[in-house]
């Protein structure tokens, strides 16, 4: 169980920093990550900016929390992380059902509309957040070489994770 939250926590923890970077990396992220939740229309355009600090702010707390060796943070930053997925999972299905497909700025740049692969990568995040809580609580003795295979084995699920749009779109049919 301890392994299993150490994966868990390492995965979240590279989601959500690949997703804070992203939204941070250039002169012009911010502002196109703010756009994109303009164009959602899931919250009024002023209060667009608000939502993408809160958002940004959120998501990098995840990543303190989730690398923590206390347990009561380490806990609090998986169960954030499933908040997270759970709002966010419901703002693009909000703007899908408006008829909504505006780009999607998650991880950064990217052109990929929104659409079901988006939830979908989401409810993966649940997932994975809900066995981190839940392991998290878990007590006892780790052998450092086995913690490092479960965190190098969640870095990777979070890099894919963070890379299902793009995975996705390689595996679709061609159109």
């Known amino acids: 169980m301890l392994y299993l939250a150490v994966g868990c926590r390492a995965a979240l923890a590279i989601v959500f920093l690949l997703a804070v ?3 941070l990396a250039g002169r012009n992220s911010f502002r196109e990550f703010t756009d994109s939740v303009a164009a ?15 958002s940004v702010t959120a998501e990098a707390l995840v990543v303190l929390l989730a690398v ?43 052109a990929a509309p929104l659409g079901p692969r988006h939830i979908a990568r989401n409810a993966i995040l649940l997932i994975v957040s809900a ?6 609580l878990a007590t006892g003795q780790m052998h450092t070489a086995a913690v490092v295979v479960a965190a190098g084995t969640g870095l990777f699920a979070g890099i894919v ?12 049919p061609a159109r």
């Open 68 to 110: 923590s060796p206390a347990q009561v943070t380490a806990v609090a930053g998986c169960a954030l992380a499933g908040l997270l997925s759970i709002t966010f999972s419901g703002a693009i299905a909000v703007s899908l059902r408006r008829g909504n497909r505006a780009p999607c700025r998650c991880f950064g740049r990217s």
């Open 131 to 136: 066995a981190g809580t839940a392991t998290s």
């Open 21 to 23: 970077t992203g939204k």
């Open 40 to 54: 959602m229309r899931v919250v009024p355009a002023r209060a667009a900016r608000p939502v993408a600090i809160a």
């Open 161 to 172: 994770i963070a890379a299902y749009e793009e995975i996705a779109e390689l595996l679709a």
